[in-house]
């Protein structure tokens, strides 16, 4: 009865604290650097949802790790609602696959609410290059002593796992070229060191429209507005489907009142005139995704990326 008395204050006081919240501005953890694409998606979505939950939203850059910096302090955060924070598909279904000393567990440490806006992968090939689709890349490949060189921005990011789930499903041999970044690749790409690549849609709509690469396909399960004759990988008989996505994580434990207010906020804001506008110039998309949905998603991610992971015995250095 003693234990029963110790834990009865904290029981009754979940009901209060999600009545009440937010009663002061919230923090809201970004674990990358300020400047890019996450922190201009960040910025938007939190001006529109503090706006409707009346209260400050504080966005608070904590880069490093490829972002696991950043996730691990959203997970250690007092679950009460007031630090909340960014996730997405490398920390959160990738590098748990990888990853020998985590400093986060994210099915323990984490709460995924709600997938906010997401990002088409784009398939890009030189343009000198004799392809109009993957096959023919596939094809091409096969002409050459080790296939095409292809390029990512780093081990076991979804760009490399994507073409070893397209080798995997091919038995096509290609040889994988990690660059610090998507310029870098980019670079490489038009001087044909490199002969293709799959990079989130933002990064690659700008070279795409310029002429400077041909798009030949995209990851998502319809095509997108932006590059409307670009047929899905689905539509050419590949099993490839993925999304990278903007997500909101709260600390395990926080109030479940508290997560539905969340969520009902980042879906109002996704869906605002102005906030679509925004996301199509972004050359980002809206994934609806009602209550549980993103969950079940990580939990099927990262199964699907530890088996491609452990097929082709992928390791970071």
């Avoid at 910025?43 to 972002?67: C, H, K, M, Y």
């Avoid at 690659?204 to 047929?231: E, N």
């Avoid at 999304?243 to 109002?268: F, H, K, M, S």
Wanted: proline share 9%; net charge positive.
């Amino acid at each position: 009865m003693q234990i029963a008395r110790r834990a009865l204050p904290a029981l009754l006081a979940t009901p209060a604290l999600a009545q009440s919240w937010p009663a002061r501005s919230i923090r809201f953890i970004i674990p990358w650097p300020p400047g890019g694409l996450n922190d201009l998606v960040a910025r938007a979505f939190n001006e529109r949802v503090a706006q409707g939950l009346g209260q400050t939203i504080i966005n608070d850059f904590r880069p490093g790790a490829g972002s696991r910096i950043g996730v691990a302090e959203i997970a250690r955060a007092t679950p009460d609602g007031y630090t909340i924070g960014m996730g997405n598909l490398g920390p959160l279904t990738i590098f748990p696959n990888l990853d020998r000393n985590p400093s986060y567990d994210v099915a323990r440490d984490l709460v995924p609410v709600v997938m906010f806006a997401a990002s088409p992968l784009v398939l890009v090939v030189n343009n000198s290059l004799p392809v109009r689709t993957p096959a023919e890349l596939l094809a091409y490949s096969r002409t050459r002593p080790g296939g095409i060189n292809y390029a990512s921005v780093g081990v076991g990011t979804a760009q490399h796992l994507i073409f070893e789930m397209l080798r995997g499903q091919v038995g096509q041999p290609m040889t994988h070229v990690p660059y610090r970044g998507t310029q870098d690749g980019l670079i490489a790409l038009m001087q044909n060191d490199v002969q293709a690549t799959f990079d989130a849609l933002p990064s690659m709509q700008g070279p795409v429209r310029d002429g400077q690469v041909r798009a030949i396909a995209v990851t998502t399960p319809q095509r997108v507005p932006s590059l409307p004759d670009v047929p899905t990988m689905k539509e050419l008989g590949f099993d490839v489907e993925v999304a990278t996505w903007y997500a909101l994580i709260v600390p395990a434990g926080t109030p479940a009142a508290i997560q539905q207010r969340l969520y009902d906020e980042y879906t109002r804001a996704a869906q605002l005139p102005d906030m679509r506008r925004f996301l199509a110039v972004q050359g980002l998309i809206y994934l609806p995704n009602a209550p549980g949905e993103f969950a079940a998603r990580i939990v099927a991610e990262t199964r699907r990326w530890g088996e491609i992971i452990r097929a082709n015995n992928i390791r970071l250095d």
